[in-house]
């Protein structure tokens, strides 16, 4: 499912024209990318949270040549599904 058909299904779910559905959507997305810039935790209480996590400095390998490379420390953002979410897939 890619962003169009999220627009999509959002018009045919809650009536909206899909120019609004695609207006909604991108405020949603430019208010977790904002949070996280920030440094906020977004949770959406059974769905889950959204966060950005620091992550170690490290040395990786470059796939082409296999020389090693230096990872450099920094943010990165990630997800943790909530329980009803789980519970929803794992059915």
Known sequence: ???QDVVNALAESTGMTKVDSTKALD???EVITTA???GEKVTLTGFGTFESRSVAARMGRNIKTGSPIKIPAGRRPAFKA???LKDAVKA
């Open 82 to 84: 909530g329980k009803t």
């Open 1 to 3: 499912m890619n962003k």
């Open 36 to 38: 996280l810039v920030k």
């Open 27 to 29: 405020a949603f997305i």
